[in-house]
């Protein structure tokens, strides 16, 4: 092992750093069924700013051949935590990068960021194949204090 690696606190660096979003196969792609996923400590920076921006990320979906795999969104997700990028691109750069991993029937991302400057933010992306027709919940407003 060399002398970085032994650094206190550079491990979990060090996995962000490498990390790749993941699949794996669905188990019941015969079926529609939705995936609800909640990332309450979401940061970014601003790219104006440079000041930091926290949100909440919700991911709905219906998969079809693949789902995620959650310790690969994780650490995912964590990488935006150095990243300049506005709320508004946000859930849109996430969804972009889902659908091309995942190719799911349907999927929503909502980038749910705390007041900033008096400014509340919620940000909706949503995709759909065109012949989808299963369900499409509601969004709901996280749970503080998961």
Known sequence: MDEQNRRPGRYGI??????QLERWPNAHAGRDYVVHLETPEF???CPRSGF??????????????YVVE???????????????ISHEATPNVILDDLITLLEPRWMRVVAD?????????IVFAEHALPEYKGPRPE??????GL
């Open 70 to 84: 959650l310790k690969s969104l994780k650490l995912y997700i964590n990488k935006y935590r150095n990243r300049q």
């Open 52 to 65: 930091p921006d926290f949100a909440t990320i919700t991911v709905d979906y219906v998969p079809d051949q």
């Open 139 to 144: 969004y709901r407003r996280p749970v503080t």
């Open 113 to 121: 960021f705390t007041v900033r400057g008096n400014i509340k933010t």
């Open 14 to 19: 060090d996995e962000i750093e490498a990390s």
């Open 43 to 45: 940061t970014c920076l």
